[in-house]
């Protein structure tokens, strides 16, 4: 039977490290009030001369060394990203010339913290319709890029970094169980960035006005994140067959511990099946999830057979979840 496998993974974070305390020198915030709201005590931030593309070459590399693949074998790249090197050519063409992976065809897929979902779903599609056989998925953002250091309701919540699987077609029982897909543009305006695209191109006034930075309504994408995350575990759930408590890990975005506590709450998970990684890096969007799930790979909190739950809610509004075994 053919199926489709996760038979690599890897990741990448820049080497700086932004802590609470040297927040605290920038803007009026201390470690305790970013800590009690947030869960988050560091995260890590990419120099000038590091973009989004060189994140996402050093967290493929990783997989595909993971996979004990050659760059030849892969014959499509996605990029999940809201941060891209430029407008165009795609972060994905960028990556494919660094990996000298010759026979890939390449893109990048936009759906900001639940992308790498999404763009688990379109690979299962080529996978499953035999169009591709080889899949390197990446989830890549330079967050701080886009960051207003200025804005304390904001600034304390991004990281960079970066993760990536390779996924192939082989005979098999199929590691992708399901995945469920939500979005509402309806809600669009309460985590944008308003500047710097067609609508607002960027210009002297899009500057003065500050719209070319991150902006958060927090309250309401709190409420909508918690709401949302659920029913993409459930329908992600129901898809596969699976009931919530044969689950060995669930991996949400890492956005705010206080999403993560209410969602498992809901969800009856215990604390000690849920994947955390808040306090180290904050909210990487795209990468998140898979740089979870790199990190749960890598130190043996996932065996084979484990049932494993990815799920994740971001701006558009988009919202995802996918079952996993391993």
């Not at 020198?25 to 305790?32: A, G, I, N, Q, R």
């Not at 067609?198 to 991150?214: A, G, M, Q, T, Y």
């Not at 898979?290 to 484990?306: F, K, P, T, Y």
């Amino acid at each position: 039977m053919d199926g489709i496998k996760i038979i690599g993974t890897g990741s990448a974070l820049p080497d700086k490290v932004l802590t609470n305390a040297d927040l605290e020198k920038m803007v009026d915030t201390s470690d305790e009030w970013i800590t009690t709201r947030t869960g988050i005590k560091e995260r890590r931030i990419a120099d000038k001369s590091t973009a989004t593309s060189d994140l996402a070459v050093r967290a493929a590399r990783s997989a595909i060394e993971n996979a004990k693949i050659d760059s030849s074998e892969i014959d499509l790249i996605i990029v999940a990203t809201v941060t891209p090197d430029m407008f165009f050519p795609s972060v994905g063409c960028i990556v494919q010339e660094a990996l000298c992976a010759k026979n890939a065809a390449a893109f990048d897929l936009s759906a900001a913290c639940s992308g790498f979902i999404y763009g688990l779903s379109v690979a299962k599609s080529f996978l499953e319709n035999s169009q591709y056989s080889t899949i390197l998925l990446i989830g890549a953002e330079a967050l701080s890029k886009f960051t207003d250091w200025t804005d304390r309701g904001t600034c304390v919540l991004f990281g960079d970094g970066a993760g990536a699987v390779i996924l192939r077609k082989q005979k098999t029982e199929s590691a992708i169980l399901s995945v469920y897909l939500g979005s509402d543009g309806g809600s669009k305006d309460i985590l944008c960035m308003p500047g710097g695209g067609s609508r607002n191109p960027i210009s002297e006034d899009i500057i003065k006005k500050n719209l070319h930075h991150i902006k958060m309504a927090g309250n309401e994408v709190f409420k909508l994140a918690v709401q949302k995350m659920l029913e993409a575990s459930d329908n992600a759930l129901e898809m596969a067959g699976v009931k919530c408590s044969e689950l060995s890990l669930v991996i949400p975005h890492q956005a705010n511990i206080r999403i993560i506590e209410a969602l498992v709450k809901r969800m009856k998970v215990p604390i000690d099946k849920v994947f955390l990684n808040i306090h180290k890096y904050g909210n990487m969007s795209a990468a998140t999830t898979v740089i979870g799930l790199d990190e749960a790979n890598r130190s043996g909190r996932i065996q084979e057979g484990d049932l494993v739950e990815l799920v994740a809610f971001g701006a558009g509004l988009t919202w995802a979840a996918a079952v996993i075994r391993w």
